[in-house]
Nanobody
Framework: QVQLVESGGGLVQAGGSLRLSCAASGRTFNIYQLAWFRQAPGKEREFVAAINWSGGSTSYADSVKGRFTISRDNAKNTVYLQMNSLKPEDTAVYYC????????????WGQGTQVTVSS
């Protein structure tokens, strides 16, 4: 019941930056947490970063700490992922997911946006 649309992906050189956006619509009032995941070819989907919708507390995967920053704009129902110092291993399809209040699983997902980092 929450719709998510990602944007901002593209092709960048190693060391470059990219900013992803995830616009939420629908029952956004019921969102507890928004998070970014990514999936590279031949690999399982992995957690990247998360932010609590109300309090704004964040968490990051060790692989992106210090390089990626997740933020939110509640008025715009949008979450962002600022990616700096990109590495080729960051290449993946990035997905936005929403976890509802009183829920443990991510019940809504975006369509994904491709991020490709060249050497």
């Amino acid at each position: 019941q929450v719709q998510l649309v990602e944007s901002g992906g593209g092709l960048v050189q190693a060391g470059g930056s990219l900013r992803l956006s995830c616009a939420a619509s629908g029952r956004t009032f019921n969102i507890y947490q928004l998070a970014w995941f990514r999936q590279a070819p031949g690999k399982e989907r992995e957690f990247v970063a998360a932010i609590n919708w109300s309090g704004g507390s964040t968490s990051y995967a060790d692989s992106v700490k210090g390089r990626f920053t997740i933020s939110r704009d509640n008025a715009k129902n949008t979450v962002y992922l600022q990616m700096n110092s990109l590495k080729p291993e960051d290449t993946a399809v990035y997905y936005c997911g929403a976890r509802p209040m009183l829920g443990r699983d991510f019940g809504s997902w975006g369509q994904g946006t491709q991020v490709t980092v060249s050497s």
